[in-house]
């Protein structure tokens, strides 16, 4: 019976971390925008990251360089 008086307030704190680390996530915008980066992960765009396209872009560059 005497550990209660130990354990309702540690979880009276850790309660309170929890709705102060909410009420922090809530303010700094972390729910603003749910569905953005699940929509953001099907439209990336990968083209510059290409290795085949940049030796294009480079052969392309040399014919028009003159020597």
């Known amino acids: 019976m005497e550990i ?7 979880a009276v704190i850790v ?7 909410l009420i922090w996530a809530v303010r ?3 729910f603003e ?5 699940a ?4 439209m990336d765009d990968d083209d ?6 940049r ?4 052969a392309g560059e ?3 360089r003159p020597t």
């Open 28 to 30: 700094s915008g972390q």
């Open 62 to 64: 040399d014919k028009d």
């Open 4 to 10: 209660l008086y130990l354990l309702i307030p540690i």
């Open 39 to 42: 929509h953001r992960i099907l």
């Open 48 to 53: 510059p990251r290409i290795p085949r396209r």
């Open 15 to 21: 309660l309170a971390v929890a709705i102060g680390a």
């Open 55 to 58: 030796q294009e872009d480079d």
């Open 33 to 37: 925008d749910l569905e953005g980066p």
